[in-house]
């Protein structure tokens, strides 16, 4: 059985050789420890530990043209620069991903600001999809025993990329304030989505699509789930309608934090898969397993038990891997990216641990 058919399987309750083998993905910094502490540098890990992994395709889903970097101010330790979705900012010049950026200015601040940069969310497909693109698609279609992922990161949504519009404040206000401008915002991300997957089937097949949302915290959604339900499901299930009819039926969503009181609409609007599932917003695979029998689950395993003890990695695999795996729709993997205060003997215990259960049930 080679990866695409172990995924396929696994994620459509089917019979399988294993479950597919995740290993997670570090952050730059844990890395460089990593590699002071013995982990060889420029190497592939999935292919160090040979793991299963994916075909990503890589096509944005924004603006296009984007805007361009434009650096504002600078000194020794900051920059404010315009980034390539409008928003200005003030960011960090070492290790800017260990830390948040300081959101100062919101492209979109009212109707007149979108419709003056409506034009930017149009397919423009010799722009977006180059013809690089499409050799790299066409060898993968044909060649690459790997499940072909679309994941429309930070674009393909319908609350996270408004939120990178306008700014979070801003937005929840605009769902009272100007309810048509939500609505229309949103209709133009559903027919950009559509327009980019058609385009794109022309040269690949896609097994599974999943959107971008980042719209919940450790306490629940940012907005209500009847915000949800009135303004986002009707979108999503226009756009799950055509990724069926193009028979792509494994539809994901990625959202941080506690999505509890979100995962029945989006199983509503025709998405049938989550992750990464974080533990520390209250996350619980078993439960959720419990809860909803034929949700498809990626991820889900404490990032942060990681960087305790060997008895702590190998309660947390045991408690959740095996019983989950025996009823299919789900691969273990950690809950978000694994972060410097994890030993590489540790993630190498957890790899070795995860395997082991994965292939013979037990650790």
């Known amino acids: 059985m080679n990866q695409r058919e172990r995924f396929l399987n696994t994620m459509r309750f089917k019979s399988v050789d294993r479950v597919p083998f995740y290993i997670g993905g570090p952050w730059a910094t844990t890395l460089k420890r990593w590699h002071s502490e013995g982990l060889p540098e420029n190497v592939d890990l999935n292919r160090l530990f040979d793991?299963?992994?994916?075909?990503?395709?890589?096509?944005?889903?924004?603006?296009?043209?984007?805007?361009?970097?434009?650096?504002?101010?600078?000194?020794?330790?900051?920059?404010v620069y315009i980034n390539h979705e409008g928003i200005k900012m003030r960011e960090k010049k070492t290790d800017p991903e260990t830390s948040m950026p300081d959101f100062l200015e919101f492209p979109v601040k009212n109707r007149e600001d979108y419709h003056k940069l409506k034009w930017r969310f149009r397919l423009n497909a010799q722009q977006r999809i180059t013809e690089e693109w499409k050799k790299r698609a066409r060898f993968y279609n044909e060649n690459s025993n790997l499940p072909i992922r679309m994941f429309a990161d930070r674009e393909g949504g319908f609350f996270g990329p408004l939120r990178n519009l306008m700014g979070l404040e801003n937005l929840v206000l605009t769902f009272y304030d100007d309810p048509v401008l939500?609505?229309?915002?949103?209709?133009?991300?559903?027919?950009?989505?559509?327009?980019?997957?058609?385009?794109?089937?022309?040269?690949?097949?896609?097994?599974?699509?999943?959107?971008?949302?980042?719209?919940?915290?450790?306490?629940?959604?940012?907005?209500?789930?009847?915000?949800?339900?009135?303004?986002?499901?009707?979108?999503?299930?226009?756009?799950?309608?055509?990724?069926?009819?193009?028979?792509?039926?494994?539809?994901?969503?990625?959202?941080?934090?506690?999505?509890?009181?979100?995962?029945?609409?989006?199983?509503?609007?025709?998405?049938?898969?989550?992750?990464?599932?974080?533990?520390?917003?209250?996350?619980?695979?078993?439960?959720?397993?419990?809860?909803?029998?034929?949700?498809?689950?990626?991820?889900?395993?404490?990032?942060k038990v990681l960087a305790k003890d060997e008895r702590a990695i190998r309660e947390e695999i045991l408690r959740k891997v095996p019983p989950l795996i025996e009823k299919g729709g789900y691969i273990p993997d950690v809950d978000h990216s694994i972060p410097p205060d994890v030993p590489l003997k540790n993630y190498l215990y957890y790899l070795k641990c995860l395997r082991s259960v994965i292939e013979k049930g037990s650790c």
């Open 51 to 79: 793991a299963d992994g994916v075909v990503e395709l890589g096509i944005y889903f924004g603006m296009c043209p984007a805007f361009e970097r434009t650096v504002l101010e600078e000194d020794d330790a900051f920059v």
């Open 182 to 303: 939500i609505e229309e915002m949103m209709d133009d991300k559903a027919e950009l989505i559509i327009a980019i997957v058609d385009e794109i089937l022309k040269y690949t097949k896609i097994d599974f699509f999943a959107f971008w949302e980042d719209m919940a915290y450790n306490h629940g959604s940012l907005i209500s789930p009847q915000m949800v339900r009135k303004f986002m499901l009707p979108r999503y299930r226009k756009v799950t309608d055509f990724l069926r009819s193009k028979g792509i039926d494994l539809i994901f969503v990625d959202s941080d934090g506690d999505i509890s009181e979100l995962i029945p609409i989006w199983l509503e609007a025709g998405i049938n898969g989550v992750w990464p599932l974080e533990v520390q917003s209250g996350m619980d695979v078993v439960k959720l397993r419990q809860e909803y029998p034929e949700l498809r689950m990626i991820g889900g395993i404490d990032k």
